[in-house]
Structure formats: C-alpha cells, structure tokens
C-alpha cells in the first residue's frame, strides 16, 4: 500500500532531481558568459537551487525516507536544458538567456505539477509553494532579459 507520505516522497524526489539539473544548467550559463550582472544572476540562481534542493532532501529525511541521488537515471540531463551547451558554444548571450528560460519553463511546471497534488501535507506545501514562487519569479526575469533591449536577438 503506497500512503500519502510515500507519494510525496516520490514528489519531492522529482523535485531536487530537477533542481540538481537547474543548479548545473545554472552554473553552465554562469561559466559561460562574460558580463558581469549575468555571471552574478545565474550564480545566484545555481547557489538558490542547491539550497532548495537541500532543504527538500532534509525534508524527504524528515518522512523517513531516503533522498534522491543528484543524478538522473542514465545520467540524462533534463530535457529543458539539453541544448544550453549548443547556446554555450555559439557564445550568444541571447542564446545563453533563451535556453536558461526554456529550461526554467521545465522547472516551474515540475513545481506546478507538484503543487497541484494532494498528497503534500501542510508544511511541504508550504516549502514547495515558497521554492515556486521565487522559481517563477526567475523565470520571469530571465524571460524578460532575453527580450530587452540589452540582450535581444539582433
């Protein structure tokens, strides 16, 4: 019989994998630049992932149960940031800024999908709800420094 602690396990285990792929994604883009506000973005954004990452892992803990590993099974990288090294390699900020937001595109609708569950108690919500709304709100400024004037496309 799988109970409700044993489904948000398995939620909170989606959660830091895709985490560990968004704070490697994060740490990519930041090695990969060369202006100063984006290095210090995306660092930021890399340091904030592990750190939610972890306080997911001590809450899996905290259910008895026993956290995901860092990696994927296979050692896949997540779908949403396969192609960060093809905007790496042509060195385009734009790129660097189109892929980190289709790949925060993945991680807000793990978190989405996440909160729409039934199964997370009060206080994991609470967690996941927090880690949504700053994930979002990264997503959005990413989104937006992709389409300003600073960093368009030309």
Known sequence: MITNDDKTVLILNGLIRTLHDSDKGFQAAADAVNKADLIELFAGYSVQRAKFAEELKQRVKTLRAEPAKDDLPGGALHRGWMDLR?????????????????????????????????????????????????????????????????????
């Open 86 to 154: 093809a905007a790496i390699e042509s060195n385009q900020t734009h790129a660097i800024l189109a892929e980190c937001e289709r790949g925060e595109d993945v991680t807000v609708a793990a978190y989405r999908e996440a909160i729409r569950s039934t199964d997370l108690d009060l206080q994991t919500r609470k967690i996941v709800q927090r880690h949504y709304e700053l994930i979002q709100a990264a997503h959005d400024l990413i989104r937006q420094l992709r389409d300003g004037p600073k960093y368009a496309h030309r």
